[in-house]
């Protein structure tokens, strides 16, 4: 049993190993042109892009912000329509008590 153990250890080692010398040439293997890009992959840029420009601020606005009246306006336009979207959306009003059932009709008496 010693011996099962310790093929099964070197040829574990072997495996992980290869898989690691593998892993290295990755990049390589990507470049290949039979292995690598498909056929309709655009080509890459030949320079490495730069980063964005996260400090630059944005220009100025050239309105100024709403004043309080106006906001309490455009809240109050804005409660107004959503209240008739409210309404429009239930349905009609269901009548509360069920309907009353006929009395099915006797027939007459054949003579």
């Not at 310790?6 to 470049?31: E, M, N």
């Not at 336009?77 to 309404?87: C, G, K, M, N």
């Amino acid at each position: 049993m010693p011996v099962d153990r310790a093929i099964k250890l070197f040829v574990t080692g072997a495996l992980l190993g290869a898989a690691l010398a593998v892993s290295g040439c990755s990049t390589q293997v990507a470049d290949m042109p039979l292995v690598g890009l498909p056929s309709d992959a655009p080509p890459r840029p030949k320079e490495a892009g730069t980063y964005l420009p996260v400090h630059d601020l944005p220009q100025a606005r050239d309105e100024a912000a709403p004043t309080l009246a106006e906001q309490k306006r455009i809240q109050k336009e804005l409660i107004e329509a959503r209240d008739r979207q409210a309404l429009a959306a239930t349905p009609a009003a269901v009548p509360t008590s069920p309907p009353a059932k006929k009395k099915p009709e006797k027939p007459a008496p054949s003579q």
